[in-house]
């Protein structure tokens, strides 16, 4: 189970990182269900609901917000952004309490600078977020993890990503 988790968490940071916004329709739903989902469970948790009802509760409001975001792209644009850049601040950050506040302070900050400047932001987004993510998912598998060689590996392929994100994603003229 360990192994399959990681996989598909691989499978998912390199989709973000390398093809972020070819498929950014795709990834607007999965954050938009993601976010849901948080945010369900924490309502759940808030109510003192049964685990049972939780996971109800979490999934309607997931596919809810996944079919928002999907629908009202500039929604999902914002989740997407905010999402993405709440992972950055989690794989970057040491400091437990901290880490949520600024994840959710920078990531409402750059979901609206991602509806401003939807194509930059988003590749910018998806090739952090997606680069922090492969690396804090592969080096802290492999005991490998620390804040100074997540946030230099995932900065290097965050590049890269972008680089290639802006050569296959031409600007529409």
């Known amino acids: 189970m360990v192994y399959t988790n990681l996989i598909l968490t691989i ?3 390199v989709m973000a990182c390398f093809f972020g916004y070819k498929l950014n ?3 607007l739903a999965l954050f938009g269900f993601i976010a849901g989902y948080k945010l369900g469970t924490t309502l759940a948790a808030a109510l003192t609901l049964g685990s049972g009802f939780t996971m109800v509760l979490a999934i309607v409001i ?3 917000f996944g079919f928002v975001s999907f629908k009202l792209y500039l929604i999902g644009v914002f989740l997407t952004c905010l999402m993405l850049t709440y992972i950055l601040c989690q794989a970057t950050i040491d ?9 959710l302070v920078c990531g409402i900050i750059v ?15 998806t090739s952090l977020g997606g680069s922090f993510l ?4 592969a080096l802290g ?3 490998l993890a620390s804040p100074v060689v997540n946030i230099v590996a995932g900065l290097v392929i965050a590049i890269i990503g972008y680089q ?7 600007d529409e003229s």
């Open 111 to 125: 979901g609206v600078l991602g509806v401003m400047f939807t194509k930059p932001i988003i590749m910018l987004a």
């Open 95 to 103: 400091v437990p309490n901290l880490k949520q506040i600024l994840g």
């Open 134 to 137: 492969l690396v804090d998912s």
């Open 11 to 13: 499978i998912v940071a």
């Open 62 to 64: 997931g596919l809810i």
């Open 25 to 27: 329709k795709v990834m």
């Open 141 to 143: 598998f492999f005991g």
């Open 164 to 170: 290639y994100q802006s050569k296959t994603n031409p």
